[in-house]
């Protein structure tokens, strides 16, 4: 490593108040050409500030920035774009309404006489999604109608269209399937010959591991560490990632439960459009089901399924042995069925954001604690003063909004709030996404809890960890159908992973295409 | 997929509001007395680009996700001014021309800066500004009456060397010189990208508020238009709140009809003229069946409502529900 | 783990702050500034009949704003205002003309009328997803329309019933008119329904996020629904109020009314993207456009001039505090 090359964008002494929170303090980092540079942190360590400050979308309180030794200071996203600093941020930027073309040169479109030039634009889209390993999307094709993974792509595509020097990836690859990783990563690494500079944000240890050359560490709104990749082992990263000692993430393996008990929940031979097809299987009380293989395979359509939100099923829903009819969450969360949905995206489907902890905590629970449509306020603060302290949920108050809790205590809410129905079936759509590891570990251990209490979980999740640690028997879905169940010690990652790819490679490039 | 498959599917709205169209003055036609003749298309351009002007104009706000109801009052604003300004010598009359135009663009710069710089929801802004817009209307022809130059009237109502309606060609030409280009800029692209999702509008480096801006204003000038060609059809000016008040809901009629968007991103104004031309036929169409005069504005409330309602059809299609939400 | 229920004393401070947030403190501050520059022009403007005259004519205009407020609450709106106050106004003078049955069932008639309408609104933007705007104004036109053949296009010619009269003009406590009585119930339900039931904390749910309150189980399209036809139905009823205050209906008679309200219920504080505010800020957004109007009307301005100060005026206002965060601020 070239440790005496000046670095090509250099920042100290930064820091940022949110009200009264300081999400950077004294904040420096280098970054040099050629290289990539991973950023490591809990949520809520300030990285993400760190990044919207580089990229020119909120202004630092103090400090400087020094790219090429010239101080710089960005007052909007448009600034730091023209000094050649292109970031993908974690939430998508695209225009749902325009084209992946229109989205790609949203900044600066070839133009004739003044006007743009769509003809150019097609031209030149084509060659940078190529550039950017999705040569398969089409350029003229609405953003609104692509699949999450193939809309990160157009995104990456986008910040190179912009020729950047410095390129910033935000927690780029979340949403992403194992193989479009793998082009991604081949992409970088390309990125990273022709000399640019790339500074890299993920929670997944794996993908550093493999990509990075150097790695900052923040925490609490400072730079703890900077190290050469691979010079420690992932327990020490965690360790200066929390302060803390690490102790084993996962509570133990579940005892397998025997199968001959009338099922919780019973599903056969479920359908739903083209995406989900003749799906069967149960979930007894005490058992926590996962469901693995590439995102977007159907996993998440079957959560709503299962819930009442998607209309045309066909196929049959037994709770505890008896045929139901689910129309909707308001029927699933019935007492007869009891059924909760944490859903994908907490901050516009789990929350109201601007409204008060305790508001969002007993919203879904307020049959329970109302008479005639009456709310009984004794009823409704027992019930939360419990929820938060089972969940260890940190706020100042329970009249601050939601919105000003960190991601991990905003999750926290949004499965609070479910279990104050005394749910018997609990369904999770990827809760873990963007957490930090605390919270995680929290998460794990409220899971095993609530399946020893006898609830029955399904729980889909894109971290493989999860599935093996987490679960009694794992549902591989491709394409809309369960094609291979793993169960007890057979859900391994080598199981989860081959099953996931196994039907080849054509097919599986198919499915997540513009098609 | 082919390209033309995905442009189809880009101007879909503008598509159906064409083939709409195409079918309902097709029976107004076959209908009426005088049958297809030049006379019976130029009356009916002529009533239809007053309110393909307004719907113009509110395409261009809606696009961006915002809404103008004082459009209308900008209508009868510049409808009194002009009764004022466009007449006597040619010179006069085009300096009438130029001054009730910037009289339009100016209130929709008003507009504008009042919605983005001053950070008010449009409704509840355009509301109070077209009370002020239309206040002033008062003042400028508590009666009606006033004047037109003519000459300029008649020419810009009557046939183009005896072929076309002049009035569909000076629509052409706003589209030509205003629509077109606008689409087609950086601005209009920036228009469509803040209407159809600000914040990644914002990531992405958009001039979010100049194409605000842009959109309010030029949505003045086209109502501005729209006011200067009501002064060519009835030789005169009048402080109508009711005529403001319908021209707003027509407009929004009109755009909905034209397949844009109410929530932003999608549509044009291409569709938004056609959505004019529909609604105004639906009127012609009633006239020519002789319905009672008394049922009109029942009538014609039923088609709107119906309208509206005809966009619940793409529900059935929804089969998650969380995307009846946006 | 840290304390997370508030302290016993800081409660009650909290509640507090939560209903007197400071745009509320700063529409009655401009309440009291308006009355005292009123006093300056006439000493009559601080003298206890002034004030409960305007307090009856606000009651009309509150009693059409607590419907506006809630739907704005949902983040809708409700553009059918006018006419649905013409609606009960003549609907209920006309089934007044039938004798003592029809007397006795003018208002409730005249009120079931707004909430059919205000249910129609309610299925299109609930079930039909019709943005709220749209389909109230077309239902509006529609109503309009409807109003028009009835009357024939002439202004109506039935007279209030005498228990209309006696609800918009008459007395029950001395010198309090009964309108102001009748705002005042209403006034105090909304209160008890937006703060203390599941239906209320429904609204506030479903104006931040519909797809949360949808997928936490809530009834959200019936929530809707039935938000909207409560809107209606206070419309009307404040037509019948307005009918017995001047004895008969008229054609748009509810035409000064619907920019008002809406101006009342955001200059109270009530954001218009929906979910916040609350229903004290109303009624002194309520006062204040009253306030204003009387002000106007007595400085004898025309109505050229008085639309344009209206429209400044409020405009000022909600530069002065009604702001809303755009998205990329926050």
Redesign the interface.
């Given at each position: 490593m070239e440790a005496l090359a000046t670095p090509l964008f250099r920042m100290e002494g930064i820091s940022k108040r949110y009200g009264g929170v300081n999400a950077l303090t004294d904040a420096s980092l280098a970054v040099e050409a050629g290289h990539i540079h991973a950023i490591l942190g809990e949520n809520g360590a300030g990285k993400s500030t760190l990044i919207k400050i580089i990229a020119g979308v909120i202004a630092a309180d103090s400090g400087r920035m020094m790219l090429d030794e010239r101080e710089v200071t960005f007052a909007s996203p448009a600034q730091a774009s023209r000094a050649g600093i292109a970031c993908v941020f974690q939430e998508l930027s695209l225009i749902p309404d325009l084209t992946v073309a229109d989205n790609i040169f949203i900044g600066d479109p070839p133009r004739r006489f003044g006007l743009i030039d769509r003809r150019a634009q097609r031209r030149m889209a084509d060659a940078v999604l190529a550039r950017a390993g999705a040569a398969d999307i089409h350029p003229m094709a609405q953003v609104r109608d692509l699949p999450l993974s193939r809309r990160q792509l157009v995104e990456i595509a986008k910040a190179l269209a912009r020729n950047p020097r410095i390129l910033i990836l935000d927690e780029a690859t979340s949403a992403l399937t194992q193989g479009d990783v793998t082009k991604v990563f081949d992409v970088l690494k390309r990125l990273r010959k022709e000399g640019l500079a790339l500074l890299y944000i993920s929670h997944r240890m794996q993908e550093i591991a493999k990509l990075a050359d150097i790695c900052t560490v923040f925490r609490n709104g400072r730079n703890v560490a900077t190290y050469e990749a691979g010079t420690k082992s992932d327990n020490e990263v965690v360790e200066l990632m929390i302060g803390r000692e690490y102790r084993h993430v996962f509570p133990p393996k579940p005892a397998p439960i025997p199968a001959e008990r009338v099922p919780v929940l019973e599903v056969t031979g479920l359908s739903w459009s083209d995406r989900l097809r003749d799906i069967s299987f149960s979930v007894q009380a005490g058992e926590v089901v996962g469901l693995g293989g590439l995102d977007g395979q159907g996993q998440r359509e079957l959560l709503l399924a299962l819930f009442g939100v998607l209309r045309g099923v066909t196929g049959e829903l037994r709770i505890d042995g008896n045929k139901v009819a689910v129309a909707g969450p308001g029927d699933a969360k019935a007492p007869q069925i009891g059924m909760a949905l944490i859903p994908e995206d907490r901050k516009t489907e789990g929350l109201m954001l601007p409204m008060s902890v305790r508001d969002n905590l007993s919203f879904a629970a307020l049959q329970r604690i109302s008479r005639a449509g009456m709310i009984d306020f004794a009823a409704e603060r027992r019930l939360i003063a419990e929820m938060i302290s089972l969940l260890a949920i940190r706020s100042s108050s329970n009249d601050e909004p939601v919105s000003a809790l960190s991601g991990g205590n905003q999750q926290k809410v949004v499965i609070a709030k479910w279990l104050m129905v005394t749910p018997r079936i609990i369904l999770l759509n990827d809760p873990t996404r963007g957490i930090d590891v605390g919270t995680k570990q929290e998460l794990y251990g409220l899971l095993r809890r609530l399946a020893e209490s006898g609830v029955a979980i399904v729980f889909y999740s894109t971290d493989y960890d999860e599935l093996i640690n987490c679960c009694n028997r794992v549902l591989v879905l491709f394409d809309g159908s369960v094609i291979r169940e793993l169960e007890g010690d057979g859900i391994t990652d080598r199981a989860l992973v081959a099953s996931a790819l196994s039907i080849g490679a054509n097919d599986a490039a198919k499915t997540g295409g513009a098609s | 997929?082919k390209?033309w498959r995905?442009?189809i599917?880009?101007q879909r709205g503008t598509l159906i509001a064409m083939a709409l169209f195409v079918v309902m003055f097709t029976i107004y036609v076959t209908n009426h007395p005088a049958g297809f003749t030049l006379n019976v298309v130029t009356t009916a351009s002529n009533k239809g680009v007053l309110l393909a002007f307004v719907a113009m104009a509110q395409t261009l706000v809606v696009v961006t996700a915002g809404?103008d109801l004082s459009l209308g009052m900008i209508f009868v604003l510049t409808n009194c001014l002009a009764s004022w300004l466009v007449a006597g010598s040619p010179l006069e009359t085009a300096f009438g021309v130029v001054a009730v135009l910037a009289a339009g663009l100016a209130c929709g710069m008003v507009n504008g800066l009042?919605v983005i710089y001053?950070?008010?929801?449009p409704?509840?802004?355009t509301?109070?500004?077209?009370?002020?817009y239309?206040?002033?209307a008062?003042?400028l022809r508590?009666v009606p009456g006033g004047e037109v130059n003519q000459d300029l009237a008649d020419a810009l109502t009557g046939k183009l060397f005896d072929r076309v309606p002049a009035s569909l060609v000076a629509l052409l030409a706003v589209v030509l010189l205003i629509w077109i280009?606008f689409r087609?800029?950086?601005t209009g692209?920036a228009a469509?990208?803040t209407?159809?999702?600000?914040?990644?509008?914002?990531?992405?480096?958009?001039?979010?508020r100049r194409a605000r801006f842009v959109a309010y204003s030029l949505a003045g000038l086209l109502a501005g238009i729209g006011g200067l060609f009501l002064t060519f059809f009835t030789y005169s000016g009048e402080a109508s709140a009711a005529n403001g008040n319908t021209y707003t809901?027509y407009s929004?009629?009109a755009v909905?009809l034209g397949g844009v968007?109410?929530?932003g991103?999608?549509g044009s104004a291409i569709g938004a003229i056609f959505g004019a031309f529909v609604f105004r036929t639906i009127g012609d169409l009633l006239f020519v069946f002789d319905l009672e005069p008394?049922?009109?504005?029942?009538?014609?409330?039923?088609v709107?409502?119906l309208?509206?309602?005809l966009?619940?059809f793409r529900?059935l299609q929804?089969?998650?529900?969380?995307d009846?939400?946006g | 783990m840290e304390t997370n229920d508030a302290q016993p004393a800081a409660r009650p401070l909290i509640v507090l702050t939560r209903w007197f947030d400071p745009s509320v403190a700063i529409a009655f501050g401009c309440i009291v500034v308006l009355l005292l520059l009123g006093s300056l022009y006439s000493p009559s403007f601080l003298s206890p009949e002034y004030l409960l005259q305007q307090l009856k004519v606000a009651s009309f205009l509150g009693v059409i704003a607590t419907g506006m407020m809630l739907v704005i609450l949902l983040g809708q709106i409700d553009l059918s205002v006018p006419w649905v106050v013409a609606l009960g106004g003549m609907m209920s003078s006309a089934i007044a003309a039938w004798g003592p049955v029809g007397e006795a069932l003018a208002i409730p008639f005249g009120i079931g009328c707004g909430i059919g309408i205000g249910l129609l609104n309610g299925i299109g933007v609930a079930y039909l997803r019709i943005p709220s705007m749209i389909i109230t104004l077309a239902m509006n036109a529609v109503v309009q329309g409807l109003m028009v053949v009835h009357t024939g296009g002439f202004s109506p010619q039935d007279s209030a019933s005498a228990a209309m009269r006696f609800l918009a003009t008459g007395f029950i406590i001395p010198n309090v008119p009964n309108s102001v009585l009748v705002w005042a119930v209403i006034g105090g339900l909304t209160i008890f329904v937006l703060t203390r039931t599941t239906f209320g904390r429904a609204i506030y749910a479903i104006g931040n996020s519909e797809r949360a309150a949808y997928l936490s189980g809530a009834p959200t399209q019936r929530v809707v629904m039935a938000t909207f036809a409560i809107s209606g139905g206070l419309s009307a009823f404040a037509g019948v109020l307005l009918a017995g205050y001047a004895s008969k209906a008229a054609q748009a008679m509810g035409d000064p009314y619907l920019l008002p309200a809406i101006a009342a219920v955001v200059l109270g504080g009530t954001s218009i993207l929906g979910g916040r505010g609350t229903y004290l800020g109303t009624v002194a957004g309520v006062i204040l456009i009253t306030l204003l109007q009387s002000i106007l009307s007595v400085m004898q301005i025309a109505e050229a001039g008085r639309q344009i100060i209206y429209g400044v005026v409020i405009i000022a206002m909600m530069l002065l505090y009604g702001r809303e965060r755009s998205a990329s601020n926050r």
């Open positions: - | 997929m390209d995905f442009l599917r880009e809404i009042i001053g950070r008010l929801q409704i509840v802004t509301i109070a500004t077209g009370a002020i239309f206040g002033i008062l003042l508590p280009p087609r800029s950086l692209r469509y990208a209407g159809s999702s600000e914040a990644a509008a914002y990531m992405s480096g958009v001039p979010i809901l929004i009629a909905v968007s109410l929530f991103g999608v008394l049922w009109q504005p029942l009538f014609q409330g039923m709107l409502l309208a509206v309602c966009g619940a529900l929804i089969r998650n529900r969380l009846y939400f | -």
